[in-house]
């Protein structure tokens, strides 16, 4: 099975954690890599702005980072895929704008990051498939 390592910087609301665990852990088995780990770090608006400015110069919170553990197209996929960096600040306010809960934002948010890390990205229309598909998928789970 795979694994999921989570580390929380900033207060989560309980249940969260496992619930973001076991949908991951059945997403990566769905996806057909269930003997991969990765990681997830739920932290706050000023630790995901540090680490944007950090790696892409940029000055400004987000919803979600991915630091992948190889380079996309590389032949040899390592058994940890990487790691996922989610604002709990920024997806408690996504979540509110869109209605839903913070459950279901984390869920979207580190489906959208892992598929980053498999390699993906959302280049162009047709890239959005994928992302859209995996969203959808991880909220069944």
């Given at each position: 099975?795979?694994?999921?390592?989570?580390?929380?910087?900033?207060?989560?609301?309980?249940?969260?954690?496992?619930?973001?665990?076991?949908?991951?852990?059945?997403?990566?088995?769905?996806?057909?890599?269930?003997?991969?780990?990765?990681?997830?770090?739920?932290?706050?608006d000023q630790e995901?702005?540090?680490?944007?400015?950090?790696?892409?110069?940029?000055?400004?919170?987000?919803?979600?980072?991915?630091?992948?553990?190889?380079?996309?197209?590389?032949?040899?996929?390592?058994?940890?895929?990487?790691?996922?960096?989610?604002?709990?600040?920024?997806?408690?306010?996504q979540a509110a704008?869109?209605?839903?809960?913070?459950?279901?934002?984390?869920?979207?948010?580190?489906?959208?990051?892992?598929?980053?890390?498999?390699?993906?990205?959302?280049?162009?229309?047709?890239?959005?498939?994928?992302?859209?598909?995996?969203?959808?998928?991880?909220?069944?789970?």
């Amino acid at each position: 099975m795979a694994q999921v390592n989570l580390v929380v910087h900033t207060p989560a609301p309980r249940g969260l954690g496992s619930q973001l665990r076991k949908a991951v852990q059945g997403l990566l088995a769905d996806l057909g890599h269930p003997d991969k780990t990765l990681t997830i770090v739920l932290t706050d608006d000023q630790e995901i702005r540090a680490l944007k400015r950090q790696h892409w110069g940029e000055d400004a919170p987000t919803d979600v980072l991915s630091f992948p553990t190889y380079e996309p197209g590389d032949p040899f996929m390592p058994a940890h895929l990487g790691d996922i960096v989610i604002s709990l600040d920024t997806a408690r306010r996504q979540a509110a704008e869109q209605g839903h809960s913070l459950v279901q934002e984390v869920k979207v948010l580190a489906a959208h990051s892992l598929w980053h890390l498999l390699g993906h990205d959302h280049d162009s229309e047709a890239d959005w498939e994928g992302f859209q598909r995996v969203q959808a998928r991880i909220l069944e789970l």
